[in-house]
C-alpha cells in the first residue's frame, strides 16, 4: 500500500461543517502538489464550531498499529478521526494533534484513539479493531473563531514492527 492511497484525490474527500446543525462554518479542501489541504473559517454563531472532512478507504487495513502522518498547520489544535462505518451518526475514535507552521511527522497508535459520539466520550466503546477501519479523516473544533489552514502531506499505514521514531517537527 502507497501513502498516496490513503491521501488520495480531492475528490475523495467529503466535507462535513456545523451547518448540519446551524452554524456557519465553512471549509474546502484543495488538492496541492505537496498534499490535501483543509482550509476555512471556524464559525462559533449559532451555536456552530466545527469543520471536518473524511473519506471513505477503498483499503483494507488489517494488521495495523497505527498511522504517521506529516502535516504542516497554523498552530490549532485538530482531531484525526476513525471510523467503522460511513454514518455520521456513529462512534467516532478520535486523537488530538497540536500543528505548527512547520512540517511535523507525528506517529498515531490505536491505543491512543478515543471512542466519541458527538463529541462526547463513549466509556466502553474500547478500541477500533484495525481490519473495522472504514473512514478516516480530520476536523477542528477548538472553539477559537476564525480562519484555518492544515496541510496533510501524507498519511502512512503502520505495521508491526515499523520504526517508531519519536515525532519530528522541521
Given at each position: 500500500?502507497?501513502?498516496?492511497?490513503?491521501?488520495?484525490?480531492?475528490?475523495?474527500?467529503?466535507?462535513?461543517n456545523?451547518?448540519?446543525?446551524g452554524?456557519?462554518?465553512?471549509?474546502?479542501v484543495?488538492?496541492?502538489?505537496?498534499g490535501?489541504?483543509?482550509?476555512g473559517?471556524?464559525?462559533?454563531?449559532?451555536?456552530?464550531?466545527?469543520?471536518?472532512?473524511?473519506?471513505?478507504?477503498?483499503?483494507?487495513?488489517?494488521?495495523?498499529i497505527?498511522?504517521?502522518?506529516?502535516?504542516?498547520?497554523?498552530?490549532?489544535?485538530?482531531?484525526?478521526?476513525?471510523?467503522?462505518?460511513?454514518?455520521?451518526?456513529?462512534?467516532?475514535?478520535?486523537?488530538?494533534?497540536?500543528?505548527?507552521?512547520?512540517?511535523?511527522?507525528?506517529t498515531?497508535?490505536l491505543?491512543?484513539?478515543?471512542?466519541?459520539?458527538?463529541?462526547?466520550?463513549?466509556?466502553?466503546?474500547?478500541?477500533?479493531?484495525?481490519?473495522?477501519?472504514?473512514?478516516?479523516?480530520?476536523?477542528?473544533?477548538?472553539?477559537?473563531?476564525?480562519?484555518?489552514?492544515?496541510?496533510?502531506?501524507?498519511?502512512e499505514?503502520?505495521?508491526?514492527?515499523?520504526?517508531?521514531?519519536?515525532?519530528?517537527?522541521?
Amino acid at each position: 500500500m502507497q501513502k498516496s492511497e490513503l491521501l488520495g484525490h480531492v475528490e475523495h474527500w467529503l466535507i462535513l461543517n456545523d451547518g448540519v446543525m446551524g452554524g456557519l462554518s465553512q471549509s474546502q479542501v484543495f488538492e496541492m502538489s505537496t498534499g490535501v489541504e483543509f482550509r476555512g473559517y471556524l464559525s462559533l454563531k449559532n451555536n456552530g464550531g466545527f469543520a471536518s472532512i473524511r473519506k471513505t478507504l477503498n483499503v483494507r487495513l488489517d494488521g495495523i498499529i497505527g498511522f504517521r502522518l506529516v502535516v504542516k498547520g497554523d498552530g490549532r489544535c485538530y482531531q484525526f478521526r476513525l471510523r467503522q462505518d460511513e454514518d455520521p451518526g456513529s462512534v467516532a475514535w478520535r486523537r488530538q494533534f497540536k500543528t505548527s507552521a512547520w512540517q511535523q511527522e507525528m506517529t498515531i497508535l490505536l491505543n491512543e484513539f478515543e471512542p466519541v459520539y458527538r463529541g462526547r466520550p463513549v466509556p466502553g466503546a474500547g478500541t477500533l479493531p484495525a481490519s473495522a477501519i472504514r473512514q478516516l479523516g480530520f476536523m477542528l473544533v477548538d472553539k477559537i473563531e476564525g480562519p484555518f489552514q492544515l496541510l496533510i502531506r501524507s498519511i502512512e499505514p503502520l505495521f508491526a514492527g515499523s520504526s517508531l521514531d519519536l515525532d519530528k517537527t522541521y
